[in-house]
T-cell receptor, first 107, second 113 residues
Framework: QQPVQSPQAVILREGEDAVINCSSSKALYSVHWYRQKHGEAPIFLMI?????EQKGHDKISASFNEKKQQSSLYLTASQLSYSGTYFC????????FGTGTRLQVFP | DAGVIQSPRHEVTEMGQEVTLRCKPISGHNSLFWYRQTMMRGLELLIYFNNNVPIDDSGMPEDRFSAKMPNASFSTLKIQPSEPRDSAVYFC???????????FGPGTRLTVT
């Protein structure tokens, strides 16, 4: 089953924060996050391997609630370069990508 | 490293023709994945290989689709015969393990008229 992401789309001004949620109906082994800019390939952001884990680099971080089968991606003080579509990937025996969240950051 | 290499980058063909997409994974990676991306269906996993062996092909839509990985540095995805509904961007990705981070190639944009 494909993970469901919410919201489907987000519009931000530079400097604002956003949260993208990823929910799976199946138990998760790990969660991946990727960003894809228009016309380009998805780029790996981070992977969370176990429940309770939190990771981050720069001003993008993520958490993984294994029991709830959910993960959230946090974008703090957004920059223009953050614009793109964000995908979570749920990994059990293989990686299944979520429905995607389109993020647009304006000056 | 050059990253994952795909060819061609664009392919336009007529319905009924055979299409072959090619992928060279990152050296040392032993898992390779083929994805299809469309607006309607998002990013779908078609098939993945581990150590050149197909592990899961449940995402391959029909018998018209086939994939091979004859060695660790080359894979092909073939569509025969092609149909207009096959129009999509096809990505190849590789990783050092089936559950590790994946590195995507630039994709092949296929248009079937």
């Amino acid at each position: 089953q494909q993970p469901v992401q919410s919201p489907q789309a987000v519009i931000l001004r530079e400097g604002e924060d956003a949260v993208i949620n990823c929910s799976s109906s199946k138990a998760l082994y790990s969660v991946h996050w990727y960003r894809q800019k228009h016309g380009e390939a998805p780029i790996f952001l981070m992977i969370l391997l176990k429940g309770g884990e939190q990771k981050g680099h720069d001003k993008i971080s993520a958490s993984f609630n294994e029991k709830k089968q959910q993960s959230s991606l946090y974008l703090t003080a957004s920059q223009l370069s953050y614009s793109g579509t964000y995908f979570c990937g749920s990994s059990t025996d293989k990686l299944i990508f979520g429905t995607g969240t389109r993020l647009q950051v304006f000056p | 490293d050059a990253g994952v290499i795909q060819s061609p980058r664009h392919e336009v063909t007529e319905m009924g023709q055979e299409v072959t997409l090619r992928c060279k994974p990152i050296s040392g990676h032993n898992s390779l994945f083929w994805y299809r991306q469309t607006m309607m269906r998002g990013l779908e996993l078609l098939i993945y290989f581990n150590n050149n062996v197909p592990i899961d092909d449940s995402g391959m839509p029909e018998d018209r689709f086939s994939a091979k990985m004859p060695n660790a540095s080359f894979s092909t995805l073939k569509i025969q015969p092609s149909e207009p509904r096959d129009s999509a961007v096809y990505f190849c990705a590789s990783s050092s393990g089936g559950r590790d981070e994946q590195y995507f190639g630039p994709g092949t944009r296929l248009t079937v008229t």
